[in-house]
């Protein structure tokens, strides 16, 4: 998955796993780690520029609907590679294994699995429009954040599914606004089914991180505020979708103060 550079074939062959194989077996974390590459393999058609640097997006032009299609079907494709790096890296290391593998790997192959499909829709409309995924430049911002919270579980589900993924639900439903005010209603409708399933991932990442956190004896939302502190490379900027957290069972207490 993590080696294969066709964005099409990676979402394929993230369809095409089996939670049934994933039982905890004796399988060395050590073993497992030194097949992760520390950058996913990308298609040399990818041109990958400075956050800052990718195309703008003006909403009134379908070149401008096309370029925020092309940028979140790039966020899908990450957050594909995020879900299954975080199988690879995590899943038999503790304090996830070995109590918990089995469950760790089902709930992130879900998620996986999710975002290969959205990333798939996007690219079906893209293509119907004369557009391809790598036609457009794109930042590899995202997956700085994953390599920056590779050495612990709690820092990766606090960067991952609980900063980059909840601002996702932040900013998804005024973009599903602006496509249906400028009568798209095609890529409202692909937007809107990617925000309901990435409520669920949400989710995940919150019920892994307390859980993690049970286990180290940590209070969550502090050493949430604290990761976000030392391994995020922004702030946490409202506006905050408080239902839609609230919905994936994050409190407001992990990121607001009022």
């Known amino acids: ?10 979402a394929r062959l993230a369809l095409a796993f089996s939670d049934q194989p994933m039982q905890p077996n004796c399988v060395s974390a050590s073993r497992i780690a030194q097949h992760i590459p520390k950058i996913p393999a990308r298609s040399t058609h990818i041109q990958i520029v400075a956050p800052g640097h990718a195309p703008k997006r003006k909403w009134g032009s379908e070149t401008g609907r096309l370029a925020l299609l092309h940028a979140v079907a790039h966020i899908e494709v990450n957050a594909m590679d995020l879900a299954f790096d975080m199988i690879a890296r995590f899943a038999f290391c503790t304090p996830i294994a070995p109590d918990w593998s089995l469950e760790f790997c089902q709930d992130w192959l879900r998620v996986g699995q999710e975002e290969a499909q959205h990333f798939l829709l996007l690219s079906g409309i893209m293509q119907e429009r004369g557009m391809e995924y790598g036609d457009l430049a794109v930042h590899g911002g995202m997956w700085d954040a994953a390599t920056a919270t590779n050495d612990r579980v709690d820092a990766r589900l606090a960067i991952a599914p609980m900063v980059l993924e909840a601002r996702g639900l932040d900013v998804t439903p005024p973009m599903i606004a602006r496509l249906k005010t400028a009568k798209d209603q095609i890529a409202a409708e692909a937007l809107q089914t990617i925000y309901d399933e990435e409520i669920g991932h949400v989710a995940i990442g919150v019920k892994w991180f307390e859980r993690v956190c049970a286990v180290l004896g ?8 604290q990761l976000v502190a030392q391994r995020f490379t922004s702030t946490l900027r409202p506006p905050f979708n408080t239902e839609a ?12 103060e009022s």
């Open 245 to 256: 957290r609230d919905q994936a069972g994050m409190a407001k207490s992990y990121y607001s």
């Open 1 to 10: 998955m993590l080696q294969e550079p066709d964005p099409q074939t990676k």
């Open 218 to 225: 940590l209070e969550p939302e502090a050493h949430f505020r």
